[in-house]
Nanobody, 126 residues
Framework: QVQLVESGGGLVQLGGSLRLSCAASGRSFSSYAMGWFRQVPGKEREFVAAVIWSGLKTHYADFVKGRFTISRDNAKNTVYLQMNSLKPEDTAVYYC???????????????????WGQGTQVTVSS
């Protein structure tokens, strides 16, 4: 079992940057596929980015390609989401998710993840 705690959210202006972190407790973090999702009120939680257990394969939603970068540090039990060129439509609660898997298959659906953090608010002002 793993527990996830996100941090790094906040208020930023159009075009600004933020780096979200997700710290995982428990053992064997390197055995987990990790993902970032986001949600705004009244809408479904949507996929943002994912990384496999080794960090060697990543995938992004089209709307963040070229602006966001997901990475992980297995020695620190942490996954990151570097967000650049932020837009007001990026405003959402961002969630970190984990699934126990050493597969190279990228998980893009929220139902594929077993563990979730509590979320961190990101607000982009225009």
């Amino acid at each position: 079992q793993v527990q996830l705690v996100e941090s790094g959210g906040g208020l930023v202006q159009l075009g600004g940057s933020l780096r979200l972190s997700c710290a995982a407790s428990g053992r064997s973090f390197s055995s987990y596929a990790m993902g970032w999702f986001r949600q705004v009120p009244g809408k479904e939680r949507e996929f943002v980015a994912a990384v496999i257990w080794s960090g060697l394969k990543t995938h992004y939603a089209d709307f963040v390609k070229g602006r966001f970068t997901i990475s992980r540090d297995n020695a620190k039990n942490t996954v990151y989401l570097q967000m650049n060129s932020l837009k007001p439509e990026d405003t959402a609660v961002y969630y970190c998710a984990a699934d126990h898997s050493k597969s190279d298959f990228i998980r893009r659906e929220k139902d594929e993840y077993e563990y979730w953090g509590q979320g961190t608010q990101v607000t982009v002002s225009s």
